[in-house]
């Protein structure tokens, strides 16, 4: 059963990466989504205004000193 099991992982591997490796969809598969996109924006921008809201705390905190 082992051998069974291990012999058809295997061919599977090696189907996939045959079907993976194919220089005509490297575009297609490197392509990000344009879900991922829009959240990556997102989150630049959040970090963006975290990083100006610290700024403005550390201001705050530097003249009460």
């Given at each position: 059963?082992?051998?069974?099991?291990?012999?058809?992982?295997?061919?599977l591997?090696?189907?996939?990466?045959?079907n993976?490796?194919?220089e005509?969809?490297?575009?297609?598969?490197?392509?990000?989504?344009?879900?991922?996109?829009?959240?990556?924006?997102?989150?630049?921008?959040?970090?963006?205004?975290?990083?100006?809201?610290q700024?403005?705390?550390?201001?705050?905190?530097?003249?009460?000193?």
């Open positions: 059963m082992h051998f069974m099991v291990n012999a058809s992982r295997d061919k591997h090696s189907h996939l990466v045959q993976l490796y194919k005509d969809l490297f575009d297609v598969l490197l392509q990000e989504s344009s879900d991922i996109a829009d959240r990556r924006e997102v989150v630049a921008k959040a970090v963006e205004m975290l990083k100006r809201a700024a403005i705390l550390n201001e705050v905190v530097d003249t009460k000193l």
